[in-house]
């Protein structure tokens, strides 16, 4: 492979990948602790957007239960929003031959 065409092939995969984390900020995934009475939403640049708790689970008497599910919702939404973008990146990488995770 001759260095023009593969600068060329590099601009285009940097290009690809700016576009793709816009889009990746517009997506969701969320996170649930507690049967779902605790959820976190994060989006595709793993930014918490918002969390959401049942009324059932707010005991003054057992705040630490409540912080733990409210821990384990927004851990497994930045997980989730990872894997999406783990996901999302890879499919432009995937042609490269780059190791998994170049690019991040």
Request: charged letters at 20%; a negative charge; proline letters at 3%.
């Amino acid at each position: 492979m001759n260095i023009q065409k593969m600068l060329k092939q590099m601009q285009r995969m940097q290009t690809d990948m700016a576009q793709t984390q816009q889009e990746l900020a517009g997506k969701t995934v969320e996170g649930a602790a507690g049967g779902g009475r605790v959820k976190a939403t994060a989006n595709g640049a793993q930014e918490i957007t918002s969390i959401t708790i049942a009324k059932e689970v707010v005991d003054p008497e057992d705040v630490e239960m409540l912080q733990d599910l409210v821990l384990t919702a927004v851990q497994q939404a930045l997980s989730k929003s990872k894997e999406l973008a783990a996901g999302e990146m890879g499919k432009i990488t995937q042609g490269m031959g780059l190791p998994p995770g170049m690019g991040f």
